[in-house]
């Protein structure tokens, strides 16, 4: 189980820095695009899930929403990781 969640997490953390060069060009037109409909349905989510919790009931449709939730998030700090300096490698900014 340990392994399963460490590899959901950190591998698409990996991707993204290993594949910066090749996405920087696609995510700098459409990366606001991107983050703004993840923002937007994790707040959906989060509001479904909520009412779930107010009325006491839990369904299939709330269990998406929890991985929904959780995939946006890990997808936005990915993308921020990989992103931060502007797409440059990590030995460049000391110079």
């Known amino acids: 189980m ?3 969640m460490g ?3 950190f591998v ?3 991707a993204a820095i290993a ?3 090749r996405l920087a060009y696609w995510l700098e037109r459409y990366g606001a695009c991107l983050e703004w409909y993840m923002s937007i349905s994790m707040a959906v989510s989060l509001g ?4 779930s919790i107010h009325q006491k009931s839990v369904d299939a449709i709330t269990v998406v929403a929890l991985l929904l939730v959780f995939l946006c998030a890990l997808t936005k700090t990915a993308l ?3 992103f931060r300096d502007r797409g440059k490698p990590p030995s460049s900014r000391w110079r």
Do not use: C, E, M, S
């Not at 479904?48 to 009412?51: G, L, M, R, T």
């Open 2 to 4: 340990g392994a399963a």
């Open 7 to 9: 590899i959901t997490v």
């Open 12 to 14: 698409p953390i990996g």
């Open 19 to 21: 594949f910066r060069t």
């Open 48 to 51: 479904y899930i909520a009412a």
């Open 80 to 82: 921020g990781i990989a």
